[in-house]
DNA sequence: TATAAGAAGTCTTATACAAGACTAGTTCAT
DNA sequence: ATGAACTAGTCTTGTATAAGACTTCTTATA
């Protein structure tokens, strides 16, 4: 009865053909990060929508934590600095709530075949990915001992970028244009067992705390996986719930 | 120069008075959970304002979690139910993901004066708190073993409801209009010392997680400081970070 | 039991205007 | 001549409104 158009009604709304048409530019790098983004007016011209359905879109964007709006100013591509990624992804905090700066201590990386969990889980199901071991030092005597894992089809020649910087979603972004703007977390305690207690340099038998972490990015994509061995003593990992 | 009409204009946007008219209604229980919101017209015209400001204001109580909504259907008190409060504020999760069910083992009640920090970081800065103990069993062998502290003034006769069932939001809604939204955890690994170990049921030293905790209200009031000894061998703590 | 019409709700889109931010002049004092 | 301060203009996002489409549920009817 309704199908007397077989053009192009495509059945999801418009305000979403402006979202996508934004998350494909923003992925695929054509708008890089902190580009300003046309106004709500000249993309609304641009896509065949009003101005209103543009600016719908656009504030969407932003609760994703896509782009950054300020009134007056303008829309831009979120930049992931040092700051924003530590302060969003790297959740310990010293005993007044205050943010400790990581140092890096020792890091490693290898390109190995894929665990069946790591082909199973990741995106794109790799069957090889670039493994990074680090050992982040804290304030005080705490330590963090880290595995990384990320397909190397996402990441091509993230080897010959060594030596990373501390924080490697502004690597992923910068290089790669992949915004990581999630991440789920399993944590449970666990008594060191002899290697990790090596690596962070404790007592065998200490309690630490064990985060495995896989990171989404805008498109969705689980695109890296993550083990961290956290001794805290001065220090705890906090989250918000909602 | 522009104060010329002394009359009632607010300074604040017109879908704020609307948000806040809402909020109001449901915290002081005028809107019982599970309750159906006026229309997005109806609200409108009762307000003096427009559907689409009346909708505007709908959408970010949606978000913030205290009325959900369904086209078609309308816009409801969001109503806390043991699977809900569990799903959102207890994160601990078997080996497949799935949730556990706890099970009440002990359960303990009494008012006592609050301390320092409960004084200061609590609501209304209470001299005297209930505060409840209790061990909760998980599949398997492993524990919780919580402190809960919440200020009288707010929950008046509290004392007088036990047994208190599994899940305290559900008591904080429907009893005293208090509906739970967020919650700041810090958690930290630990040795378990004596006293826990005990109370746990497990052997002095063995690691456990323990998970500071404040809640807080749809008024953004600090409602309730609790802490918990998690002794979790089979499940992990999952949290989303954004 | 199935179907259709209607009522009541939210969802989508478009438009008008307000308010903030930046820029380029212009003015005025030095 | 130079520099600071003001101002008008323009570009941006923010707020408010209205009209019609779509969904869900109920009710009447075959």
Do not use: W
């Amino acid at each position: 009865m309704q199908d007397q158009t077989p053009s192009i009604k495509p059945d999801r709304p418009l305000y979403q053909v402006v979202i996508d048409t934004i998350v494909d530019r923003i992925a695929s790098g054509a708008l890089q990060p902190g580009a300003m983004l046309p106004s709500e007016t000249q993309l609304g011209a641009e896509l065949g929508v009003s101005q209103g359905t543009a600016r719908k879109a656009l504030i969407d964007l932003e609760q994703r934590g896509l782009v950054q709006r300020a009134q007056g100013r303008g829309t831009f591509v979120r930049i992931q600095t040092p700051e924003s990624a530590l302060f969003n992804f790297f959740r310990l905090r010293g005993r007044d709530g205050d943010r400790p700066t990581p140092v890096l201590q020792h890091q490693e990386m290898r390109q190995r075949a894929a665990t069946e969990i790591e082909t199973k889980t990741l995106h794109n199901a790799p069957k090889q990915v670039f493994e990074i071991k680090r050992l982040r030092a804290l304030p005080g005597k705490d330590r963090v001992h880290e595995i990384v894992c990320v397909p190397c089809t996402l990441f091509p020649g993230l080897k010959d970028r060594a030596p990373l910087p501390n924080t490697l979603y502004v690597v992923y972004q910068q290089a790669y244009s992949c915004i990581v703007v999630r991440a789920e977390e399993q944590m449970r305690p666990l008594a060191a067992d002899a290697a990790t207690a090596r690596a962070l340099g404790i007592a065998q038998g200490e309690s630490i705390l064990r985060i495995d972490r896989v990171a989404y990015d805008a498109l969705d994509r689980a695109v890296e996986r993550r083990t961290s061995f956290i001794h805290a003593t001065e220090h705890s990992y906090d989250v918000t719930l909602r």
